[in-house]
């Protein structure tokens, strides 16, 4: 690719063994450190609240090589590999010398049973005995489960002697009538009533102030209505706080809170010299298939150290006129610094008419205004799509494939049957209802990804007697067969799954990792290889338009600030044979050199232009002194992702502003250009409500409050640096709790081919 030639020594090189096995050894200690935590919470096996996990380090690199329990009691180590047997036979066995079974598990006994007992006894022991035991720790052996699958409480030896109590209700009577014998005790004798804990009015206010700033920051994925619920209210009761009106966390608590957020973020906004906006939720979604379509626009502010700022979110119709986005944009800028426009020195932004960035930068020639690349990535798979032959054949292909497996009953059954004897489960094979309709692929992945996870049973379905008596009537079943034993068909699946899956990690990095405007060369060199070393592996014909797709939308997207900001940025220094760190100008076309000089020039005055070019030649000859070249780009490995980071982000950026003063006015534009964020990816919340009241237009008085409470929210996410949504962190937590002992199967199968 002419335009991306750029070989950069950023791409990142094979992994070791060592350090595939160090992942996943992590991993396997997250997922137990996850399992345990439930558990505390009474959502797992009592044996963890004595078992803490242990992530062993290699001494001499380092890296993860073994995970251990401890048990807390006796601090002795045990493999972690099967936490139940080591429960049962540390803790069960008596081995645990600080571990007394009977102390740790039975609850206080029924002293005596009388002939006819009290329900009120009978209930108080019963509640007594929930509140103080976990239902994990109870042995099962030792209490009465019911049909209906319910746990009685009550010990096996007294269960014939409360048969005899029956009362008209059933077992619920038993409540309301020690309900009842409480209230008649209290009539009696007042002054024994049990009271709970009496906090005073500051122990009060804190708590409730703690509970006000965890609803407001987790607006989306907490209710109001929550607050109100009878368990959440008894839950309060039994802590010693009153109860609490959803009402009242919506008034003055919410402004308080809002204008003290509100007063932290402009505080920042003005301690920065400049700022970027960006502004994420123009691109309309996949899934806004009626008419109109609607999204929420967020705008947020990045600052040079780093952090990132909500500023506003904005309702927007897919009825907008073109320049909204540009009215929206600059109305934003003004509003943060007024007349003082040259501190906003850019704008990133997905794509929605991007003619309003391009605008905004030509009435502006000190701003530089860039389209995220993750939306870059993505919307090649589209180009893919309608582009590529092989994605239309291959999508036909899987939909007759799955069509007749889903709709033939006498196959679909013979096709379950493998399914549970070869993944424990059976499954339909999920179809798009529209393929290429608007040209979007999500659906045909998907149900590409059931073809592949299926494979072993749509091959065992062929040998099977009853799809061989449905081939003898039906051609469509001996067509699907031959397509089925095809070669060409398995390999043309598994090289579009390959591609499609290629360029969503690639995205999904992006969007994790945000990367600055220096990194958009690299990433899309790594991507030309990466397709490259695709179509050589699966032998596709159509590489070279392939090839030329991504070339075509690399030139969409590119913008001279990518180059300008590769060659300034002192991380992308290469060392030459003498020892000097030079910009990497041999990696750029002769036109990407040329945007170079023309960007440098825009961004300064006219008087500065030719003393800015006078001083990158200096810096293309000079570069950066070893020691400070080396200091910036020094780099350590990431404790969770095992990746190597940059020790210090904002270095490239100091560098220019101390060591390298001299360079007075091609500084000024280093600084400005190479901290510019090159995604608008923000948080992903869930802002349900403010959708709502805008498409049914309640009251200016509603939407303000919403408003208020998004910036609250998004303002703790940006803090956290918390950018991915409720679901994904509870899919997350879901598939590592499969189980306590195989809770990384998974890791363990691939980690066993290391």
Same mark, same amino acid.
């Given at each position: ?9 950023? #791409? ?42 242990? &992530? ?9 090589? *073994? ?55 009978? /209930? ?85 102030? /703690? ?55 402009? *505080? ?80 990133? =932004? $997905? ?86 309709? $608007? ?27 009853? /799809? ?92 001279? =600030?990518? *180059? ?36 440098? #020039? ?26 400070? =070249?080396? %200091? ?25 502003? #101390? ?16 901290? &510019?964020? %090159? ?21 200016? #008085? ?8 998004? /910036? ?15 679901? $994904?962190?509870? =899919? ?23």
């Amino acid at each position: 690719m002419a335009a991306t030639s750029t070989n950069t020594a950023s #791409t990142p090189s094979l992994e070791s063994a060592e350090e595939v096995a160090s992942k996943a050894i992590h991993k396997r200690y997250e997922g137990l450190v996850t399992v345990r935590n439930k558990a505390i919470k009474g959502k797992g096996a009592w044996y963890w609240a004595h078992f803490e996990p242990l &992530l062993i380090h290699n001494t001499e690199t380092g890296l993860p090589k *073994a995970v251990k329990l401890r048990c807390s009691l006796c601090d002795s180590v045990f493999s972690a590999s099967n936490p139940s047997r080591t429960a049962s036979e540390h803790l069960k066995r008596g081995t645990c010398p600080n571990f007394n079974s009977s102390s740790n598990i039975a609850a206080k006994p029924i002293a005596s049973v009388s002939a006819s007992p009290s329900a009120s006894d009978v /209930f108080s022991h019963k509640r007594s005995l929930s509140n103080n035991v976990s239902s994990s720790l109870l042995d099962p052996s030792s209490y009465h489960v019911s049909t209906s699958g319910a746990v009685d409480l009550v010990p096996r030896q007294h269960q014939q002697q409360l048969q005899h109590l029956v009362l008209s209700g059933g077992k619920e009577d038993l409540g309301a009538l020690a309900m009842l014998e409480d209230s008649v005790k209290k009539l009696k004798s007042p002054k024994l009533s049990s009271t709970l804990s009496i906090l005073n009015k500051a122990q009060v206010d804190g708590a409730f102030d /703690f509970m006000a700033d965890w609803v407001f920051e987790n607006y989306g994925s907490v209710s109001f209505s929550s607050l109100e619920h009878p368990k959440f209210r008894a839950f309060l009761q039994q802590v010693g706080l009153p109860p609490v009106s959803a009402r009242g966390f919506t008034g003055t608590r919410l402004d308080v809170k809002f204008e003290e957020v509100k007063v932290e973020s402009e *505080a920042r906004i003005r301690e920065a010299m400049f700022f970027q906006v960006s502004s994420d939720g123009w691109k309309q979604k996949s899934n806004n298939y009626y008419e109109g379509g609607e999204s929420l626009v967020n705008v947020s502010v990045n600052l040079p150290n780093g952090t990132s700022l909500y500023r506003r979110a904005v309702f927007v119709t897919g009825s907008a006129p073109s320049n909204y986005a540009e009215d929206v944009l600059w109305e934003t800028i003004t509003g943060i610094c007024g007349n003082a426009v040259q501190r906003c020195v850019g704008i990133v =932004a $997905d794509r929605f008419k991007a003619k309003a960035l391009r605008n905004l930068e030509d009435q502006n020639h000190w701003m530089v205004n860039l389209t995220c690349q993750y939306q870059g990535f993505i919307s090649l798979i589209k180009d893919f799509t309608k582009g590529l032959p092989l994605f239309r054949i291959v999508a036909q292909n899987c939909i007759k494939v799955a069509n007749f497996m889903n709709y033939k009953s006498q196959v679909r059954n013979c096709f379950h049957k493998f399914q549970l004897q070869e993944y424990g489960h059976a499954w339909l094979l999920r179809v798009p209802l529209r393929v290429y309709e $608007d040209f979007n692929f999500v659906p045909v992945f998907t149900m590409i990804e059931d073809i592949l996870s299926s494979g072993r049973a749509l091959q065992l379905v062929l040998l099977d007697e009853s /799809f061989k008596m449905v081939c003898i009537e039906d051609q469509t079943a001996r067509e699907i067969g031959d397509m089925i034993r095809d070669v060409g068909f398995w390999n043309d699946v598994e090289a579009v799954h390959t591609l499609v899956k290629l360029v969503k990690d690639m995205a999904q990095e992006i969007e994790n990792e945000r990367p600055l405007v220096g990194q958009c060369l690299p990433l899309w060199d790594e991507l030309s290889a990466k397709v490259k070393d695709w179509c050589s592996k699966f032998h596709i014909a159509e590489g070279a338009l392939v090839e030329k797709l991504v070339e075509r939308k690399f030139k969409k997207n590119y913008h001279p =600030a990518w *180059a300008a900001a590769y060659i300034l940025d002192p991380l992308y220094l290469v060392r030459d044979t003498s020892g000097k760190y030079l910009p990497p100008f041999k990696f750029l076309t002769p036109e990407q050199e040329k945007d170079v000089d023309k960007l440098i #020039t825009r961004l300064v005055s006219r008087d500065e232009a030719h003393i800015a070019l006078m001083e990158l030649m200096k810096w293309r000859t000079e570069g950066l002194d070893p020691v400070y =070249a080396q %200091a910036v780009q020094m780099k350590e490995r990431d404790p969770v992702t095992g990746k190597m980071r940059i020790v210090n982000p904002q270095s490239s950026r100091l560098v220019w502003e #101390t060591y390298l003063s001299e360079f007075g006015s091609l500084g000024k534009v280093a600084v400005r250009l190479i901290f &510019l964020h %090159a995604t608008s990816c923000g948080f992903k919340c869930n802002w349900s409500l403010w959708r709502w009241m805008c498409a049914h237009g309640h009251s200016r #008085t509603a939407l303000d409050k919403v408003q208020r409470l998004i /910036f609250i929210a998004a303002h703790s996410k940006l803090e956290r640096r918390d950018f991915s949504n409720e679901e $994904d962190k509870e =899919a997350e937590l879901f598939s590592l709790a499969k189980g306590e002992d195989d809770v990384l199967n998974e890791v363990l199968v691939d980690t066993s081919s290391v």
